[in-house]
């Protein structure tokens, strides 16, 4: 039964920490994190940093704010730190409908046999948004090589991806880039020309600035 001597505020107050601790409960669904066992000789396995920072999860149907997260490259799972800040939880993946870390925001996709049958199951890093929108599918893997020692090296390989006219096509090179901008073929050149844009040097720079360029022209 409820306390009768207690102030409204005072049950009001209870009430939002009650619904507040079960939601943030559905965050923390998961399993623990196993650690890799042995150090890495070159590379590390997470996104960009190999410690956790604050960022925002779309759990479940939730979103949460504020949140500690790990994001490792080679299994592709996304790690955050329990309220302690002390347990290390592996979220499950199909749960997860977003996340933003370190400046980026990653998009759940699946594929099926329609927009996104062209693309493999996974986060995307959103890196423009527009008519036509620029992702990236962001992977490493562990390699191990035996001289004197065992050693163990990441490699980073990232994939990238247009979604135009309700499909996901992979850029596989600054060709297969343009080919998808050939209605405003001679604006984009003059835009490269101009901006000193180099594929080789800069490509994701090169397919980001080129993207919004043509969003801009395709208004």
């Given at each position: 039964m409820p306390d009768s001597s207690l102030s409204p505020a005072a049950k009001s107050a209870i009430s939002f920490y009650s619904?507040?601790?079960?939601?943030?409960?559905?965050?923390?669904?998961?399993?623990?994190?196993?650690?890799?066992?042995?150090?890495?000789?070159?590379?590390?396995?997470?996104?960009?940093?190999?410690?956790?920072?604050?960022?925002?999860?779309?759990?479940?149907?939730?979103?949460?704010?504020?949140?500690?997260?790990l994001y490792n490259l080679v299994t592709d799972e996304v790690i955050i730190l329990n309220a302690s800040q002390v347990l290390k939880i592996q979220?499950?993946?199909e749960r997860i409908k977003a996340f933003s870390v370190l400046g980026h925001t990653f998009l759940h996709l699946e594929p099926d046999t329609g927009l996104t049958k062209n693309i493999t199951s996974g986060f995307?890093?959103?890196?423009?948004?527009?008519?036509?929108?620029?992702?990236?599918r962001r992977t490493k893997n562990i390699q191990t090589y035996t001289k004197q020692k065992l050693e163990l090296k990441v490699f980073e390989k990232d994939h990238f991806y247009l979604?135009?006219?309700?499909?996901?096509?992979?850029?596989?090179?600054?060709?297969?880039?343009?080919?998808?901008?050939?209605?405003?073929?001679?604006?984009?050149?003059?835009?490269?020309?101009?901006?000193?844009?180099?594929?080789?040097?800069?490509?994701?720079?090169?397919?980001?600035?080129?993207?919004?360029?043509?969003?801009?022209?395709?208004?």
């Open positions: 619904t507040t601790l079960k939601e943030q409960l559905r965050l923390y669904n998961g399993k623990e994190y196993q650690e890799y066992i042995l150090p890495f000789d070159e590379g590390h396995p997470y996104f960009i940093q190999t410690n956790f920072n604050k960022g925002t999860i779309n759990y479940d149907g939730n979103t949460y704010s504020d949140v500690s997260i979220l499950l993946k995307y890093d959103i890196l423009t948004v527009g008519k036509t929108s620029l992702l990236a979604k135009k006219n309700n499909t996901y096509i992979q850029i596989r090179g600054k060709k297969s880039l343009l080919e998808q901008f050939d209605d405003k073929k001679k604006e984009i050149q003059q835009y490269i020309k101009q901006n000193n844009l180099n594929y080789r040097r800069a490509a994701e720079n090169f397919m980001i600035k080129t993207t919004e360029y043509y969003n801009q022209l395709t208004k």
